[in-house]
């Protein structure tokens, strides 16, 4: 299960929603259970994703499957569930899987003993140890759920008990919360770069290629790439019948690099306009020139605002 659950880590998105809010379970409980030192957070609006092929496949959603299959749970019982990295190799790195729904998550946990699961106690909670990968596997609450390496899960207790050692706490998440709308979205992304990565543009860049390269999503590859250097990137997926809203906001260094790449931005947009469609031009180029052409750009100070809508070609086009 190690396996599977690094490879989902490594996918992208993340979870941009409000965290002030008082509803308890879901996406509001799990924010504030994110360590502090994740890197990348994938979060998925499970129900509004399970049923759609498209979007599985965007998220790789059969390695989900086998996860919640391995460790016991109700697909149609799950209503989110968010991964979270700090992009150091397993098994030392931070690595985890939280899921919130209507499962009794202390008999799913329970139901590991009985299965030959060691158990350890973190933080006042049981986890359960699966001797294959020792990934282990507790419950937060009644309708929570977490799995993951050892560091992760002590990560989680962290973030449980002390909301300074919690994702939901770092500026760039509380400024890209606020940014994005408030529409709940089936697929969501955040990569906050620490500080160490932000002292080193090339770094930083080479995270953000690594982890925007799911699924083979060629135009939003290229305009993360485009994009480059920034503090944090936040992107929601949406689907409507044969298109998928994206939504892209990037907190770069400053104010400079912001108007900068803003201008390359909106060249490129330009350019696509007056290239057009060549009748050599590959199916694919062709479909990216149009999406580039319909992107929108807006910038306020170092925060950059991008909107485009892709089809299934560009976004899926394995």
């Given at each position: 299960m190690r396996s599977r659950l690094a490879a989902a880590s490594l996918l992208c998105l993340c979870a941009l929603w409000p965290v002030g809010c008082g509803r308890t379970g879901g996406r509001q409980v799990s924010a504030r259970l994110v360590p502090a030192d994740a890197l990348v957070v994938l979060s998925v609006n499970w129900q509004a994703v399970r049923g759609d092929?498209?979007?599985?496949?965007?998220?790789?959603?059969?390695?989900?499957?086998?996860?919640?299959?391995?460790?016991?749970v109700d697909e149609k019982s799950i209503t989110d569930l968010l991964i979270f990295a700090d992009g150091v190799s397993n098994p030392h790195g931070s690595t985890g899987m939280l899921l919130s729904?209507?499962?009794?998550?202390?008999?799913?946990?329970?139901a590991l003993k009985k299965r030959g699961w060691p158990r350890e106690t973190h933080g006042g909670h049981d986890f359960y140890i699966n001797p294959a990968d020792g990934v282990r596997l507790g419950a937060l609450d009644s309708g929570v759920l977490v799995c993951?390496?050892?560091?992760?899960?002590?990560?989680?207790?962290?973030?449980?008990?002390?909301?300074?050692?919690?994702?939901?706490?770092?500026?760039?998440?509380?400024?890209?919360?606020?940014?994005?709308?408030?529409?709940k979205v089936p697929i969501s992304m955040v990569i906050a770069f620490p500080q160490q990565f932000q002292d080193a543009a090339d770094a930083a860049l080479q995270v953000s290629s690594v982890v925007m390269d799911f699924a083979g999503v060629g135009p939003l590859g290229q305009l993360m790439n485009k994009i480059g250097y920034s503090r944090a990137i936040g992107c929601s997926i949406g689907h409507e019948g044969n298109s998928f809203p994206v939504e892209l906001i990037a907190i770069m260094k400053d104010e400079d690099a912001a108007a900068f790449v803003s201008g390359g931005l909106t060249l490129l947009k330009g350019i696509g306009a007056l290239v057009g469609q060549p009748p050599a031009r590959s199916s694919e180029e062709a479909e990216a020139i149009r999406t580039f052409q319909n992107m929108s750009i807006s910038r306020k100070n170092d925060v950059l605002s991008i909107g485009l809508v892709m089809s299934r070609k560009n976004l899926l086009p394995n």
């Open positions: 092929s498209d979007l599985l496949a965007i998220i790789k959603g059969a390695e989900f499957k086998k996860v919640l299959a391995d460790i016991g729904g209507s499962f009794h998550a202390p008999a799913v946990a329970g993951g390496t050892k560091k992760g899960i002590e990560s989680v207790i962290r973030a449980k008990s002390d909301p300074n050692a919690s994702f939901a706490s770092k500026d760039v998440f509380k400024r890209l919360s606020k940014l994005f709308s408030p529409a």
